[in-house]
């Protein structure tokens, strides 16, 4: 796709009588499904000052604990360039799933590179940095619905590259990528992942204000359905919405690479493949910071320590799931219950083959005490609207608040789920 064109959603479609399916990136590197379009332009060499997110999470705070090192994460995407200035020696040996021309490194569209820039993204040449600088890439490449290699592509590339990422070294497995239809292939790989200790992210796409249609792997029990906010912190538009979305993260107006050509960059507009990549880098610094505790514990946390302003605990919003990604309130607070190792925040269920101990780690009785005093400013001044009976909008003392901690980090907009 070229820098001049729009960006729409693209679906994974049955290209052939058969049912072939090919897959489908959920928004390609806007990260926007069913956008209003994007007009791309040029990014400066500060490609960086557009990560609008990194300051209002306290990003460079959180590296002086932890970058992410030690953790490793699958990303199933159209391939990564390691040969970015962003991702030099921050890209393993991963799978070609498509079974055609090229291997996991040649990314058609640039989507799979933009994803790892943002989650482990060293910065290096003015490009994307990460929020988990220190983790590395393992890519699955896979096919979307555009691309037309030459030779026959492997109907099941999904569920290969699922696999594979389970069977590899990657704590997470991260999927900016969907399609409408239950594959049972796919379901049994997802559940072979949940039973190697994988902690699997998934986008719930962007085609929120359509028809809204749960998109698969994240509307699978044992996949974390990721939805996107903008820059006030506010759902974005175009994110799905539904039971399928367990939590949210920044993702609109975000920077991506154009094309395949990896000659600029350009801004996005629209989110849930960018917030997919910024909560798996998320998990990640966490992990990091406790590498004994399992993946169960790791998104226990990702839950606990959420921003959900003023819900009643346990309540469940349709489009930000249990609220958005705080990753500070452990790694600088240590707040957030681990609970137990082999219990599934998802499913409720005890889950086999998590690597890690039994009971929180003991490096969450060493970290640093809860700081109320900031808990308490950032609330201050703090205010809500009701709209109607469905939605509440909750602003945190406007934008100066917004960039505090402690509080309700973002402004929200949600619907309660159904009993």
Not at 31 to 43: D, R, T
Not at 234 to 249: L, M, N, P, R
Not at 292 to 306: G, H, K, Y
Not at 378 to 405: C, F, N, P, R
């Amino acid at each position: 796709m070229t820098a001049g064109m729009s960006q729409t959603r693209k679906r994974r479609v049955p290209l052939e009588k058969g049912g072939r399916l090919f897959g489908v990136v959920a928004a390609v590197a806007a990260l926007s499904v069913g956008s209003a379009g994007i007009a791309p332009s040029a990014m400066a060499a500060d490609v960086q000052s557009k990560q609008w997110y990194l300051d209002p999470m306290h990003a460079e705070e959180m590296w002086k604990t932890t970058t992410g090192e030690g953790v490793k994460v699958a990303v199933i995407d159209t391939g990564v360039n390691p040969s970015t200035a962003s991702l030099k020696g921050q890209v393993l040996e991963g799978l070609d799933a498509t079974g055609v021309e090229g291997d996991e490194t040649d990314d058609y569209n640039g989507h799979g590179t933009t994803m790892a820039e943002l989650i482990a993204g060293t910065g290096q040449g003015g490009g994307l940095k990460g929020l988990a600088p220190g983790a590395k890439i393992i890519p699955m490449r896979v096919a979307d619905a555009d691309w037309k290699p030459k030779g026959s592509l492997n109907s099941l590339d999904t569920t290969d590259a699922i696999r594979a990422a389970a069977d590899s070294d990657a704590k997470i497995i991260n999927m900016s990528f969907g399609n409408d239809f239950v594959l049972d292939q796919e379901i049994q790989a997802v559940k072979y992942a949940q039973s190697k200790g994988k902690l699997f992210f998934a986008a719930v796409g962007n085609d929120g204000n359509e028809d809204n249609k749960p998109v698969y792997p994240a509307a699978y029990p044992e996949v974390v359905g990721v939805g996107a906010t903008d820059r006030e912190g506010k759902v974005a538009e175009t994110s799905q919405h539904g039971d399928f979305v367990d939590i949210a993260a920044p993702g609109d107006d975000i920077p991506f690479w154009c094309d395949e050509k990896f000659e600029s960059y350009c801004q996005g507009d629209g989110g849930t493949s960018a917030a997919t990549a910024i909560t798996s880098a998320a998990a990640a610094l966490i992990w990091s910071a406790h590498p004994d505790w399992t993946a169960n514990q790791v998104l226990n946390v990702l839950f606990d320590t959420a921003g959900r302003g003023d819900w009643e605990k346990g309540t469940l919003s349709n489009y930000l799931g249990h609220g958005i990604i705080r990753p500070a309130v452990n790694i600088l607070k240590g707040k957030g219950a681990p609970g137990a190792a082999d219990i599934s925040p998802l499913t409720k269920e005890k889950t086999s083959g998590s690597a890690g101990s039994a009971a929180p780690s003991a490096s969450a009785s060493s970290q640093p005490e809860k700081n109320e005093k900031a808990d308490d400013a950032a609330m201050a001044g703090s205010s809500t609207k009701k709209d109607d009976d469905s939605q509440l909008g909750l602003i945190i003392g406007g934008v100066a608040v917004v960039l505090v901690l402690g509080g309700g980090a973002f402004a929200l907009v949600r619907k309660r789920r159904a009993a």
